[in-house]
C-alpha cells in the first residue's frame, strides 16, 4: 500500500440550507478498499459523487490522481447496448479490434458470462447485470473503482454470491475501491477499512480497520466483529453485544 | 398452441370479421334503402377498382400522394428531431420556444390551407409544407419529453467512459430516446397521411385527396369507396412498416419493462 490515491481534505457540502457532509478529511492509499456506511439518507452518495467529481464540495478539496470507474445500484449499463458493447466502453482505449476482442472475451470468462456477450441487460438477472457492469469498470486502465451500493437491489443469496466474485475479480484485478453501501456484513467482509458516518450532517462517527486478509468469509471472526462493532455505533444493536471486541 | 397456428388464426378471424361487413353491406344495399348512388353494391365498387387499374388513375393518385407524404414527412422529422434534442438539452432555449412550439402544435394544419395555397400554388409543395407543419411540432416536442426523461445516470457513464460530443450524442443521447422516437413516428406518419389527403381535397390537382373530391363532384360513390379503401390501407401499412422499426434489437428494451 503506497501513497494515498484519493485524498479529501476537511470537505464539506451544503445543498442549500442543508448541510449534508460536515468537515469530512479521509485519505484512501492505493490498492485499499474502503468502506463507508452510515445511516440511509447520511449522505453517503454525495460523498461519493464528491470522490467521483460528479459534484464538488461547498469548502474543503478533493485531490484526485487517477482514473476511475463507477458502478451504479442498477441500470447503469447502456440497455441498447449488449454485454460485449457494454464491457467495450470500458476498453476505448484499444485501436486495435482483434486486441480489443480478445480483452472483451477475457472480461466475459473473468465473470462466467460466455455465450452471452450479445445479449443486451434487459434479457440477463440482475446478478448477471452487475457483473456485466463490474467487468466495465473493471476493463481497461482504472485506478480507483467507486461502488455505489453495488449489490442493493439484487437479493440476499445473489449479493452473497457478487460480494465473492467482487473479492475474486479485485483479486485478479487489484483496484483501489470506495464501496457505498448500508449492507454492514457487506462492509465487513470486504473491506480493509470501514468508516461509519454519521447522521446528516454526515460526519466520520469512527473508523475501523479490518486486517484478515481478503477474500473472507462472512463467518470469520473478525469479519463478525467488525459487523457487531458497526451495528453498535450505528445504534442498532447495544454496546453489550461488543463485548470482547478488541479495536 | 404453436405461434403460427395462432397467427393462422387471427388472420382467419379478421378475414371473417371482413366478410361479415361486406355482407352487412351487400344486405343494406339489396333492401333498396339507399339510392344506387348513396350506397353502390360491392360488385359496383369492385367493377370501378379494376376500372381504375385499367386506367392507371388511381396508381398516378396514389404514387404522387405517396411522394408527398414521404417528402414532408422526411424533412419534419429530419428537422423534429434536431430541435427535439436541442431543447431538450439547453434550458433556455426551451424556456424561450416551448410555448411557441406548443401553439403550433395545437394549431390545425388545415388552417393553414389558405396561406399554403397563396405561397405555394396549387399542388406538391402547398401539400408537403402542410403536411410538415402536421408533423415537425409533435416531433419535435415528442423528443424533448424523451430527452427530458433519460435517466441521468447515462450521461454520467457516458462522461465516465469518454462519450461527448458527437459520440454522446449518437451513442447515448439518441439510443437513449430511440424507443420513444419510433412511437412518435408511428403517430405522426397516420397524421401526416391524415392530412395529406385532407390538404389534397382542398389544395390539390392530382393525388387520392383530389381523387376523393373529384369522385364526389362526379357522384361517383363506386369510386369514392375505392378511395377509401386505398387511403385506409395505405395508412395501415405505413404503420406496419414502422412498426417493423420496434424489433430492432437495440431498442427492444424500450418495449420490455
Known sequence: MSGPNLTLTNVSRWFGAVEVLRDISLAIGDGEFVALVGPSGCGKTT??????????????????????????????????????????????????????????????????LEGFEDHYPHQLSGGMRQRVELARALAGKSDILLLDEPFSSLDYLT??????????????????????????????????RVIVLTERPA???????????????????????????????????????TVGESQ | MTNRSNNLRSVAVQTGVVGVLIGIWTLVWATGIFHESALPSPLAVLRAFG??????????????????????FSIAVALGIPTGLWLGRVAASREALLPLINFFRNLSPLAWIPFAILWFGVGDAATIFLIFLAVYFPVALATIAA????????????????????????????????????????????LAWLIDVAAEMVAGRDGLGFAVMDSRN???????????????????TMDRVLMRLTRIPSVQWGYQR
Open chain 2, 147 to 190: 430527452v427530458g426523461s433519460i435517466p441521468a445516470v447515462y450521461f454520467r457513464v457516458a462522461r465516465a467512459y469518454g462519450l461527448t460530443g458527437v459520440e454522446g450524442l449518437s451513442k447515448v443521447t439518441l439510443p437513449a430516446i430511440m424507443p420513444q422516437i419510433i412511437t412518435t413516428l408511428r403517430v405522426t406518419a397516420g
Open chain 2, 218 to 236: 362526379g357522384l361517383r360513390t363506386d369510386l369514392l369507396i375505392v378511395q377509401m379503401i386505398v387511403i385506409g390501407l395505405i395508412g395501415v
Open chain 1, 47 to 112: 460523498l461519493l459523487n464528491i470522490l467521483s467529481g460528479d459534484d464538488q464540495p461547498s469548502s474543503g478539496s478533493v485531490d484526485r490522481q487517477s482514473r476511475m470507474r463507477m458502478v451504479y445500484q442498477q441500470d447503469g449499463l447502456f440497455p441498447w447496448q449488449t454485454v460485449a458493447e457494454n464491457i467495450a466502453l470500458g476498453l476505448r482505449h484499444l485501436i486495435d479490434p482483434a486486441e480489443l476482442q480478445s480483452q472483451i472475451g477475457q472480461m466475459v470468462r473473468l465473470i462466467q
Open chain 1, 159 to 192: 449479493r452473497l454470491r457478487l460480494r465473492h466474485e467482487l473479492a475474486r475479480l479485485l483479486h485478479e484485478r487489484p483496484r483501489t475501491v470506495v464501496l457505498v453501501t448500508h449492507d454492514i456484513e457487506e462492509a465487513a467482509q470486504l473491506a480493509d
Open chain 1, 203 to 241: 460526519q466520520i462517527r469512527r473508523e475501523l480497520r479490518i486486517r484478515t486478509p481478503r477474500p473472507r468469509d462472512l463467518t470469520q471472526p473478525e469479519v463478525v466483529q467488525a459487523t457487531r462493532v458497526i451495528l453498535a455505533e450505528l445504534g442498532i444493536e447495544t454496546e453489550d453485544a
Open chain 2, 51 to 72: 376500372m381504375e387499374l385499367r386506367t392507371w388513375r388511381l396508381t398516378n393518385d396514389l404514387v404522387v400522394s405517396l411522394f408527398r407524404v414521404s417528402c414532408g
